[in-house]
């Protein structure tokens, strides 16, 4: 079931394109349509639509959208001790990893000269979380998390309700351990219209960061401008790049992890080793009967996977920075010695201890990381994006002076006048 | 012509949204459609399109798109030396303010486990840079010096061809200067969607930046996702903060600076005096008539600017933030002692002696900035556009052997049994 293609540098390009053509979304008019009439109704309606959507979509009828304190505190008290010392764990990681990304602000003083960078915490950010089968607690630490570090000051949570009307209780407890402000029960491309536009009840925010269904992707996608988003996130996708040294079990495992995520999600291996291809596929065998969304793991392995088998390593560091992978697993003899060469990749896990889940829940880089190639242009979400800049500037009266000629020059080469004048205005005497 | 309206606390809110209603855009139905034609077009049609467009649009035969090394060296040689000299100096501030902008890879290590930040410059690079009246060479140093000192390998700039099919020589001359590597004859949408999708001649690139039209902005977040974009420019405003130590004739100056733009600009003054309100719309009365752009200044002066005269300074500042202008110049007796109240703004100016037109061509910071309210959650481009990140994470054996029944059960209790099973595959006997 699990393909295994003899690759070279001269034609890997035509296999991967063929392997990878189900990440360049392309059929989505219809989708557009309905999330563009959602967005309208929610504009119009507010709060109304917001309910009937929920109905709708979700099959479940509320009142209203907000999720009060007693229900927060009852999913808390609902909850393992065991899972809360989880959470405190991962967030504690979580947080330590997070902190070495804040920014100061920064000055610089030059004779009668003062340039700088003011750093700002945005000051509300709308977060989704998926509710039903991907309804992930994890989700929750890895974007509030950031936030709170950036010191954003509104934090609201959106996700949709379950069949019964409630929220998944360790979501609602992450929530809680990590001081979310404000959650509503709404989900889809109705809550990101409500988090952009405002409703009633919901305050609209500056900033919609969280991963989601088709739906909310191209809602996300659409209100881009009104608010920014973090980043519009698609199938999840593991590739691993291991040599004999590595353990086929722990490969085939860890293909397999991504593979249960969805149908559409990647599972690569890229090796050089025929043997050890062969070891790998029927662990992925074997092992898979034996999970409980096997069925899912089955049809991901299946239509997006595949164990490239690689002329030289060369050619395979060029197929991972083609790749551009969510999350890249280097098993081989000494992995850090290839990490200069990886220039493409949303996280990077080294050797043959730091499985793929290891970053999802514990060791503290943020598991929100750019999908489908963007990896070329993106980066996992972070601190960085809860806050924003200014630049400063100071010059003195002398400081302009001495330059007055230049800027005056600038701007009438570029047929500016009013921009001259604005210097020149300042030294009539 | 000038509006001088007076604010309180409690009204505010209603007239500047009134005022700054003409940020919204919503009525581009049309535009769109264009955009999704024009676009299909070049992926469909390549060069051809390309050049067919281009004689639509720009009227102007090609036959080819790329600009030759001897058209550049042309350029530069009909430049005069003053201007070089000029390109020269503002090039030397640019890049040294934006080289402390510049971030290193991190590590961290704690007994056996390895976390870090790899940051690598975004590979390729496309430029936007407007042609026609809008041909700012100034553009092309903002553009182009953060990305060099990202370490961008391949920046490739496109701005449209003037009616004799040549390319502007100031903005060829500013290429030269900054080392643009790749430059092509093309504007509009179908150069944005020639940089996204690539055409016969153009190798597609990572990454689009720089401003444009709406044509321009629109292309650029269709593409949004195949790509990254920097943002998407609105038009430019400027905000003046100002107290009766402020020059009234300053305050003009600066005002008709911005609106020399286009006739969507937007020209803010807040003060709490009467009198300084008076003679600051006399003074832009008096000043506008002898600009050369005088009839686009009057349009913005008149439909999209105000004075405000404003109850007291914590009102104004409110204003400032929920302008979230684009440029702010504070000047007021102490300036920097607003510097912690200000939240929202792209670039912030103070005192009397540096007004916006010094920010535009020559202190060093750079003049993309957030418009039309989104300094709420953007910042100016800078180092940081031009850069990625990945996650780096090595647990050993022993370090994960401590918390692999945490990651475990988090797994568990999330439904995925196969992230479970990744780590536990590593601990059977």
């Given at each position: ?19 990878l ?8 008019a ?25 109905y ?18 009852e ?22 990893y997070?902190e070495?990304?804040?920014?100061n ?14 750093v ?13 089968k991907?309804?992930y ?42 001081g979310?402000d404000?959650?509503?029960k709404?989900g ?37 401008g009104v608010?920014?988003i973090?980043?519009i ?26 593979a ?10 890229l090796?050089?080793?025929d043997?050890f ?68 990749a ?21 598991h ?22 200014s630049?400063v ?15 005056e ?10 921009h ?10």
């Amino acid at each position: 079931m699990l393909r295994i293609i003899s690759v070279n540098k001269d034609n890997y390009k035509i296999h991967l394109k063929e392997l990878l053509k189900q990440r360049v979304e392309e059929n989505i008019a219809d989708i557009d349509e309905t999330v563009e009439r959602v967005i309208l109704d929610i504009r119009k309606y507010g709060d109304k639509a917001l309910l009937d959507y929920t109905y709708t979509f979700d099959k479940v009828v509320l009142n209203k959208v907000k999720v009060e304190e007693k229900e927060i505190q009852e999913a808390w008290d609902a909850v393992s001790k065991e899972f809360k010392d989880i959470i405190d764990a991962a967030k504690n990681n979580i947080w330590s990893y997070h902190e070495k990304q804040f920014q100061n602000s920064w000055i610089d003083y030059n004779e009668d000269i003062i340039l700088g960078q003011k750093v700002t915490p945005i000051e509300s950010i709308g977060m989704y979380v998926p509710g039903g089968k991907a309804a992930y607690p994890s989700t929750v630490l890895m974007n509030a998390i950031p936030a709170k570090i950036a010191g954003v000051q509104r934090l609201v949570m959106v996700t949709p309700p379950g069949k019964d009307g409630k929220v998944n209780p360790y979501i609602l407890s992450a929530a809680k351990a990590v001081g979310v402000d404000e959650i509503y029960k709404a989900g889809g491309a109705q809550s990101i219209a409500a988090l952009a536009y405002g409703t009633e009840t919901i305050v609209p925010v500056n900033k919609i960061v969280g991963p989601g269904n088709i739906y909310v992707a191209r809602a996300k996608k659409k209100v881009y401008g009104v608010v920014d988003i973090d980043m519009i996130a698609g199938p999840s996708e593991i590739c691993i790049l291991a040599d004999e040294t590595a353990n086929p079990a722990f490969a085939a495992a860890d293909l397999l992890s991504q593979a249960e995520h969805d149908e559409m999600a990647s599972s690569i291996l890229l090796t050089l080793s025929d043997g050890f291809a062969e070891k790998v596929k029927a662990a992925v065998n074997q092992q898979m009967v034996s999970l409980d969304r096997a069925q899912i793991a089955e049809q991901a392995i299946r239509n997006n996977s595949a164990i490239f088998i690689v002329e030289d390593m060369a050619t395979a560091i060029e197929m991972v920075n083609d790749i551009a992978p969510e999350h890249l697993e280097i098993m081989t003899d000494n992995p850090f010695e290839m990490l200069p060469k990886i220039k493409n990749a949303g996280a990077i896990f080294l050797g043959h201890f730091s499985p793929e889940p290891l970053g999802d829940y514990f060791a503290g880089p943020n598991h929100t990381l750019p999908t489908s190639g963007t990896a070329k242009f993106s980066s996992p979400l972070g601190v960085e994006d809860f806050i924003k800049k200014s630049s400063v500037i100071y010059y003195s009266k002398a400081a302009l002076g001495k330059v007055k000629n230049q800027i005056e020059s600038f701007a009438l080469h570029e047929g500016l006048d009013a921009h001259a004048n604005s210097i020149k205005v300042r030294f009539l005497p």
